[in-house]
């Protein structure tokens, strides 16, 4: 089946520092990437969508400048979070929509990123 | 617009119990609906979708849901709870268009008694 490889899954950084996580469809292609974060207990929310070759749409509240999405591949979305301070510390998952697939949606495993 | 209300933060029942997990979702188009279950600092694993075909769904690990319209609910169950199903279950939206986000509910944590 679809698979989508997240890496890191798990990265420890300091505040200040930025940190990138990947997102790779393995053996479809990802046209749009969708990126969540989920703080413990809770659900997951909605941070951004992005496209292949286009501009990532951000949700309301979310900072474009310190959530910087980038989709230049068919099968490659990363998210750089910038300048990580404690409160960024959460669950980052990515999940790409199959069409063919009667609408499934591949989720990646999910990065724990803590900020110190 | 879309969403979906999961009811129960917290569901416990026996080993063996039925397990009942509710959802009622909002969707001014026709939707589709999904549960996915998330092990600690795991992905997510869908169990099952709804996608305008048959009303019942059946999904993996013995679970199902019902697609009621008129009840704008897809409650999932399973007839029987194993140890192994304890885990967080979150029920999703998206509408009836190719390619949109999914909206989660705010999931519900699945305790199983011995």
């Known amino acids: 089946g679809a698979v989508v490889s997240q890496h890191p899954s798990r990265v420890i950084c300091k505040s200040g520092t930025s940190v990138k996580i990947e997102c790779r469809s393995l053996?479809?292609?990802?046209?749009?990437m969708f990126w969540y974060r989920q703080f413990p207990k809770q659900s997951l929310m909605l941070m951004a969508t992005s496209n292949e070759g286009s501009k990532a749409t951000y949700e309301q509240g979310v900072e474009k400048d310190k959530f910087l999405i980038n989709h230049a591949s068919l099968t490659l979305s990363t998210l750089t979070v910038t300048s990580a301070h404690p409160e960024d510390s959460s669950f980052y998952i990515c999940?790409?929509?199959?069409?063919?697939?009667?609408?499934?949606?591949?989720f990646g495993s999910g990065t724990r990123l803590t900020v110190v | 617009a879309q969403s979906v209300t999961q009811l129960g933060s917290h569901v416990s029942v026996s080993e063996g119990a039925l397990v009942l997990l509710r959802c009622n979702y909002s969707?001014?188009?026709?939707?589709?609906l999904f549960w996915y279950v998330q092990y600690p600092n795991q992905g997510l694993q869908l169990l099952l979708k709804?996608?305008?075909?048959?009303?019942l769904v059946k999904g993996i690990n013995g679970f199902e849901a019902e697609f009621k319209k008129s009840e704008t609910s897809f409650h999932l169950t399973k007839p029987s709870a194993h140890m192994s199903d304890a885990a967080e279950y979150f029920c999703?939206?998206?509408?009836?268009?190719?390619?949109?986000?999914?909206?989660f509910g705010s999931g519900t944590r699945l305790s199983i008694r011995p």
């Open positions: 053996d479809f292609q990802a046209t749009t």
């Open positions: 709804y996608t305008s075909a048959a009303t």
């Open positions: 969707s001014s188009v026709p939707p589709y």
């Open positions: 999940s790409a929509p199959q069409i063919t697939a009667d609408y499934g949606y591949t």
């Open positions: 999703a939206v998206t509408p009836y268009s190719s390619a949109s986000k999914i909206i």
